[in-house]
T-cell receptor, first 112, second 112 residues
Framework: DVKVTQSSRYLVKRTGEKVFLECVQD?????MFWYRQDPGLGLRLIYF???????EKGDIPEGYSVSREKKERFSLILESASTNQTSMYLC???????????FGEGSRLTVL | KQEVTQIPAALSVPEGENLVLNCSFT??????LQWFRQDPGKGLTSLLL?????REQTSGRLNASLDKSSGRSTLYIAASQPGDSATYLC???????????FGKGTMLLVSP
């Protein structure tokens, strides 16, 4: 089975802090994704990556950046955290062409 | 732009009932459709995936159907159990693209 590991399940940060969320997958998948999930808004795509050092903006990239230096690792960066970035962040992965998308357990971020 | 709608938003049933969850999408040019389960505070787990050329998929007590022409999919759960309580999300992958569009989910509660 595919294993997608998000390094932090729960984080509490202060406004203005820099935040790193890491995701590691063990199945050599090309595609990796970062979503955020909020009540009433569902899942929204922040960024995705097709390959090492490649990145594409999703629907809500503002306030976020990403890094993919190795195939198995995809990091989401909040340069200066704000309270409206309090959310559940979900990492996902699949091989090129799919078919299935595999998710990590999620990272719940609270920004005070 | 693809839109995915799930009705109802919440459903409460007694144990043992058969139930149907609905998913509709606006653009029938899809590559596949996937149903997920999400437990509170956790990531998403893939339940069933239907390719665009298929009509249905079954796994245990779960059966998912797809009618591309009408833009609809249903997830049928037979003999529901309290352990089925979770949020169920559907997502469509469009032809030619890697990113899925998610519905907002149906929150299911099965009472003993």
């Amino acid at each position: 089975d595919v294993k997608v590991t998000q390094s932090s399940r729960y984080l509490v940060k202060r406004t203005g802090e820099k935040v790193f969320l890491e995701c590691v997958q063990d199945m050599d998948h090309e595609n990796m994704f970062w979503y955020r999930q909020d009540p009433g808004l569902g899942l929204r795509l922040i960024y995705f990556s097709y390959d090492v050092k490649m990145k594409e903006k999703g629907d809500i990239p503002e306030g976020y950046s990403v890094s993919r230096e190795k195939k198995e690792r995809f990091s989401l960066i909040l340069e200066s955290a704000s309270t409206n970035q309090t959310s559940m962040y979900l990492c996902a992965t699949d091989p090129i062409g799919g078919p299935k998308l595999f998710f990590g357990e999620g990272s719940r971020l609270t920004v005070l | 732009k693809q839109e995915v709608t799930q009705i109802p938003a919440a459903l409460s049933v007694p144990e043992g009932e058969n139930l149907v969850l609905n998913c509709s999408f606006t653009d029938s040019a899809i590559y596949n459709l996937q149903w997920f389960r999400q437990d509170p505070g956790k990531g998403l787990t893939s339940l069933l995936l239907i390719q665009s050329s298929q009509r249905e998929q079954t796994s245990g007590r779960l059966n998912a159907s797809l009618d591309k022409s009408s833009g609809r999919s249903t997830l049928y759960i037979a003999a529901s159990q309290p352990g089925d309580s979770a949020t169920y999300l559907c997502a469509v992958r469009p032809q030619g693209y890697s990113t899925l569009t998610f519905g907002k989910g149906t929150m299911l509660l099965v009472s003993p």
